[in-house]
Antibody
Framework: EVQLVESGGGLVQPGGSLRLSCVAS????????MHWVRQAPGKGLAWVSR????????TYADSVKGRFTVSRDNVKNTLYLQLTSLRAEDTAIYYC?????????????WGQGTLVTVSS | SYELTQPPSVSVSPGQTASITCSGD??????VCWYQQRPGQSPVLVIY???KRPSGIPERFSGSNSGNTATLTISGTQAMDEADYYC????????FGGGTKLTVL
């Protein structure tokens, strides 16, 4: 059974940092592109970042470029998102999701999400 | 940047057909996915490649995409279908529609 389990969210002050983790199981993690998608309270889904299978390529939404860093450890089957210089507008549930590039061009599995709250 | 537009809300009576639209420039040239998100839950893929259903998704869910509009259709809508629905496409990056709240009343 495919599972994605996020952790690391919490309350952080503006300007602070946080590292989110997403532990994958039930599939060959190293064979899949992985993405982060966020959802602000009461709002819609917004793509944040993606990382290639081997970690050699990363892309970011303009709203987080230069502040967030995505990485992965294919031995630990874990995806990471380092959040720095956090702003109030970064408050959201952060989901990791498995990307299917060829047959779906979308996400077939999502984690349960981890809540990041940026507030003083 | 590419944009997808959805109506904020759609209402349907139980047993009737609900249609949720998603509009974007030449959207018919792209593949569209649809996700269902029930309150407090993670999104679930219900349609991919415009009209295909993943395993486990009821047959009452169907999709189409042509011109500038993709449509998610739910036939024989049930109370359990009440949720937010998001369309998504790929245009050098992942793009989501703003979401549509489906109310079954």
């Amino acid at each position: 059974e495919v599972q994605l389990v996020e952790s690391g969210g919490g309350l952080v002050q503006p300007g602070g940092s946080l590292r989110l983790s997403c532990v994958a199981s039930g599939f060959s993690f190293r064979d899949y592109w992985m993405h982060w998608v966020r959802q602000a309270p009461g709002k819609g889904l917004a793509w944040v970042s993606r990382i290639k299978t081997d970690g050699s390529s990363t892309t970011y939404a303009d709203s987080v470029k230069g502040r967030f860093t995505v990485s992965r450890d294919n031995v630990k089957n874990t995806l990471y998102l380092q959040l720095t210089s956090l702003r109030a507008e970064d408050t959201a549930i952060y989901y990791c999701a498995r990307w299917i590039p060829s047959t779906i061009l979308g996400y077939d599995y999502w984690g349960q999400g981890t809540l990041v709250t940026v507030s003083s | 940047s590419y944009e997808l537009t959805q109506p904020p809300s759609v209402s349907v009576s139980p047993g009737q057909t609900a249609s949720i639209t998603c509009s974007g420039d030449k959207l018919g040239d792209k593949y569209v996915c649809w996700y269902q998100q029930r309150p407090g839950q993670s999104p679930v893929l219900v349609i991919y490649q415009d009209s295909k259903r993943p395993s486990g998704i009821p047959e009452r869910f169907s999709g189409s995409n042509s011109g500038n509009t993709a449509t998610l259709t739910i036939s024989g809508t049930q109370a359990m279908d009440e949720a937010d629905y998001y369309c998504q496409a790929w245009d050098s990056s992942v793009v989501f529609g703003g979401g549509t709240k489906l109310t079954v009343l």
